[in-house]
């Protein structure tokens, strides 16, 4: 009896699991975020799928680097920009998306504008689809002209 009392007196409860802290008001719980990596993929993969489209061009020095080291990725040629926070007084949903800017090779003898406007199709496409992001503009520059299969 002595000894269950002493266990008694230095037993202490036992707390239940703490929960993380709770989410502030501008944060959204349960919110999927896809990086802008996982996004630029998707969209190269998106853009190669588009007939006339023959490859990507870089789209920066560091992808340069990357083609010449032998180390092509499928977000090459894409860049993707996120918005700073909103403009004040913007309409709800405006400005909120990210936008796409692709560098791509097309073949010889396909109607470059007709190609350049089924990629920004197929990208916007993509992108609210698959990742359920909404890009607000997608630009297309085509950097070169070649034949398909070389």
Wanted: net charge positive; glycine share 10%; proline share 6%.
């Amino acid at each position: 009896m002595a000894e269950k009392a002493r266990l008694e007196g230095h037993a202490k409860p036992v707390q239940p699991p703490q929960r993380p802290p709770a989410a502030r008001a501008d944060e959204a719980v349960d919110q999927l975020y896809v990086t802008d990596e996982a996004l630029a993929t998707l969209i190269g993969l998106a853009a190669h799928e588009v007939p006339g489209v023959i490859g990507m061009a870089p789209a920066n020095l560091r992808e340069g680097v990357r083609r010449i080291l032998g180390k092509q990725q499928a977000d090459e040629g894409v860049e993707v920009t996120r918005p700073a926070k909103a403009a004040k007084g913007a309409a709800k949903g405006q400005g909120a998306g990210v936008a796409v800017t692709l560098h791509v090779a097309v073949a010889y003898g396909v109607n470059i504008p007709a190609v350049a406007e089924s990629v920004k199709e197929r990208v916007l496409y993509a992108a609210a689809a698959f990742a359920g992001v909404a890009v607000d503009r997608v630009k297309v520059h085509v950097v070169g002209v070649g034949r398909a299969g070389r």
